[in-house]
């Protein structure tokens, strides 16, 4: 009966630390899970910055395309402006 008792304890014993090494494991791929997620979510954040800042300069450059036109044809920016008022206040209007 002894032995029974003891050999019970030694794996209740081989139990606990079966799960110790388990939770200090899961404790180890829970720091590299969070370690990666922050990698990525820093290198999407460089990249959303570096496609912004891509945006800002082509709007830029549409701006300044834009205001030579405008200047070089005045009359013709005027007429464009003109008619796309008239569409969207027709578009706008409707009930």
Same mark, same amino acid.
């Given at each position: 009966? *002894?032995?029974?008792?003891?050999? *019970?304890?030694?794996? $209740?014993?081989?139990?606990?630390?079966? $799960?110790?090494?388990?939770?200090?494991?899961l404790m180890e791929a829970k720091a590299h899970f969070q370690k990666a997620a922050e990698s990525a979510g820093s290198d999407l954040t460089a990249d959303a910055m570096l496609r912004a800042d891509r945006g800002v300069a082509k709007l830029e450059e549409a701006k300044e395309s834009l205001a030579s036109n405008v200047?070089?044809?005045? $009359?013709?920016?005027?007429?464009?402006?003109v008619v796309t008022g008239f569409l969207l206040s027709a578009l706008f209007s409707r009930k």
């Open positions: 009966m *002894r032995a029974a008792s003891i050999d *019970r304890e030694d794996e $209740v014993r081989a139990g606990k630390d079966a $799960v110790g090494e388990a939770y200090e494991r200047r070089e044809n005045p $009359v013709r920016a005027l007429g464009i402006a």
